[in-house]
């Protein structure tokens, strides 16, 4: 399987933008796809998560209400709708996805198998 993630960018404080991850070379229907960012000096960190059979979602506390995950399963994509960003959002953003993942791994970035480039994304106050 094959993540291609962009979407990333530069904004304002309070601003909107949108990832997608993209995935080729297999099936996505029995996949987990997860974002998580690392910021510069800090370890990699869960953003949210999306079972792509049942579209069950979960989020980080500092994201809950701002970040919504989903996905197109015609286009076999992820996506990360981020609102409301703030400077404390500025990372390099992952796309990770794993078929074979218990739900108590979910946040666990070491459980995931498959990961997408990174993509920027920098907020300004």
């Known amino acids: 399987v094959q993540l291609q993630a962009s979407g990333g960018g530069s904004v304002q404080a309070g601003g909107s933008l949108r990832l997608s991850c993209t995935a080729s070379?297999?099936?996505?229907?029995?996949?987990?796809v997860a974002w998580f960012r690392q910021a510069p000096g800090k370890e990699r960190e869960f953003v949210a998560v999306i079972n792509w059979s049942t579209t069950r979602t979960s989020y980080a506390d500092s994201v809950k209400g701002r970040f919504t995950i989903s996905r197109d399963n015609a286009e076999n994509t992820a996506y990360l709708q981020m609102n409301n960003l703030s400077p404390e959002d500025s990372a390099v953003y992952y796309c990770?996805?794993?078929?074979?993942?218990?739900?108590?791994?979910?946040?666990?970035?070491?459980?995931?198998?498959?990961w997408g480039q990174g993509t920027q994304v920098t907020v300004s106050s």
């Open positions: 990770a996805a794993s078929s074979s993942i218990i739900t108590s791994s979910y946040y666990n970035s070491e459980a995931y198998n498959y």
């Open positions: 070379g297999r099936s996505s229907s029995r996949f987990v």
